[in-house]
């Protein structure tokens, strides 16, 4: 038998292993920017999180669970709620000196109609870059899911994708973020009904899942200040199984330089099939699609422009691997107070289903 000191000397050893390799495969880029080498396969489970979280109950359960909870690694922790009288989703942070946020792309039924909105929830102390810090948010921020102050009695069919960051203070007093923190997806649906009866007629469920990728090469994350001497308005990263994402997102945007993504696949059998959505309204008017196909001239998928205030959710395909996308996106570029409000907030992640 192994002894308990050889068995924590190799477990050791392993871990340093798999440092070192990770750092083998990070290739520098231009500008500060890094990637890992795309892999040609899967992510591995060690490198992504994962997280199934549920509420459904009945009513006629002796003691429903109204309220479960998923961890957001790094940045805190998001609640599911369905109660009788109050249905929402629910972001904590601790650090309220950052800027935290939850970006959705918000699909339900309206009046007989499928409507879509991209909404952020936002936890900040410092609202720009000359805020003295007194006002902001609490530790708290969320998005309701019903759609009358009361709750209505039925609700089914609606769904959201959404995307959570956090990124340094829009002011320059407030926290600073040194290196990207992961970001999370999510997937989510929620339907319940009989809110208007006795107890015993009452059922909810809210269905989402979460996924984090861990490792720094994956972590797509762009943020600058305009009161910065030298910022920084590009980032490549991985994107396993398919290539690299690359943002841009320049000071002063140009036809020739403008505010836009791309994915560069590792093989020209490759494709990026995107879902555009800004504003709210009908999904026919406020969400348009988009297929773009392999340029053999740039090795590109894309570009596609980056919104000004919207949420992207792309589908990169290389070969037989297809990775889902989830792009937040925030930037403004003359502001009537001056360049030091100037600013862009850029965050990605991906997953697959």
């Known amino acids: 038998m192994t002894s308990p000191r050889r ?44 997280q199934h979280v549920r509420v459904s109950w009945k009513g006629t359960q002796r003691s429903p669970d109204y309220v479960q909870t998923a961890t957001i690694p790094g940045i805190g922790t998001l609640d599911l709620i369905c109660k009788p009288h109050d249905t929402r989703i629910r972001l904590y ?22 409507v879509v909105a991209v909404k952020t929830a936002r936890i900040y102390r410092y609202a ?49 973020v ?25 059922s909810c469920s809210i269905d989402a899942t979460f996924t984090t990728a861990l490792p720094a090469y994956q972590r797509s994350v762009l943020t600058w200040r305009g009161w910065q001497a ?20 320049p000071t002063d945007p140009t036809p020739q330089d403008p505010a836009q993504v791309w994915v560069e696949p590792t093989t020209t059998d490759a494709g990026l099939y995107v879902e555009d959505v800004r ?25 596609y422009p980056l919104p000004t205030n919207g949420s992207l959710r792309m589908l990169a395909t290389n070969g037989a691997v297809k990775r889902w996308i989830l792009l937040s996106a925030y930037r403004v570029t003359n502001d009537r107070h001056g360049p030091d409000r100037n600013l862009c907030e850029v965050a990605a992640g991906t997953y697959t289903r």
């Open 7 to 50: 068995r924590l000397v190799a477990a050791v050893l392993t871990a340093v292993l798999t440092v070192l390799a990770v750092l083998a495969v990070m290739t520098a880029l231009p500008g500060g920017a890094s990637y890992a080498a795309p892999a040609t396969a899967a992510a591995r489970a060690s490198d992504t999180q994962v």
């Open 93 to 114: 942070t601790d650090r309220r000196d950052r800027e935290t946020q939850l970006w959705m792309q918000k699909y339900e039924i309206k009046k007989g109609k499928r």
């Open 128 to 176: 720009h870059a000359d805020d003295d810090g007194r006002g902001g948010t609490g530790y708290y921020a969320h998005e309701g899911l019903n759609q009358s102050p009361s709750v209505e009695n039925r609700s089914t069919g609606g769904f959201m994708y959404g995307v959570v960051s956090q990124q340094s203070s829009r002011a320059a007093a407030g926290g600073q």
């Open 178 to 202: 040194t290196a990207p923190l992961p970001v999370t997806t999510f997937e989510l649906d929620w339907s319940w009904n009989g809110f208007d009866h006795p107890q015993k007629y009452r």
């Open 230 to 249: 030298e910022p920084r308005t590009t980032r490549t990263t991985s994107v396993p199984g398919v290539g690299r994402l690359t943002v841009s997102c």
């Open 279 to 303: 504003g709210e309204g009908a999904v026919t008017t406020q969400r348009t699609t988009t297929s773009l196909g392999y340029d053999a001239t740039t090795g590109r998928l894309g570009p």
